[in-house]
Nanobody
């Protein structure tokens, strides 16, 4: 069983920055494809950014150029650097991991961007 624990959420003004972190308990973290998803009130959960075990990245169109996903396999961490935040980025952000067709989710961290 893999546990994912997010941190770094909070309240920020429009145009500000936040860095989310996700700590993983996986014994062999490097093989996992990791990612960040978010869910705003009344909306479905959506993909924000992913980073594969090979460090290939993918971003939602809405965050391209503003958000950067990265990983540190030695520390078993995944990060999401969020810049130029907008009110529409307000959501609960979830860390996601997958390996051998098994998905793992964190408990989520709230990000609120005030206008």
């Amino acid at each position: 069983q893999v546990q994912l624990v997010e941190s770094g959420g909070g309240l920020v003004q429009t145009g500000g920055s936040l860095r989310l972190s996700c700590a993983a308990s996986a014994s062999i973290f490097s093989v996992y494809d990791m990612g960040w998803y978010r869910q705003a009130p009344g909306k479905q959960r959506e993909l924000v950014a992913t980073i594969t075990s090979g460090r290939s990245t993918n971003y939602a169109d809405s965050v391209k150029g503003r958000f950067t996903v990265s990983r540190d396999n030695a520390k078993k961490m995944v990060y999401l650097q969020m810049n130029s935040l907008k009110p529409e980025d307000t959501a609960v952000y979830y860390c996601h991991g997958s390996w051998r067709r098994t998905d793992y989710w964190g408990q989520g961290t709230q990000v609120t961007v005030s206008s």
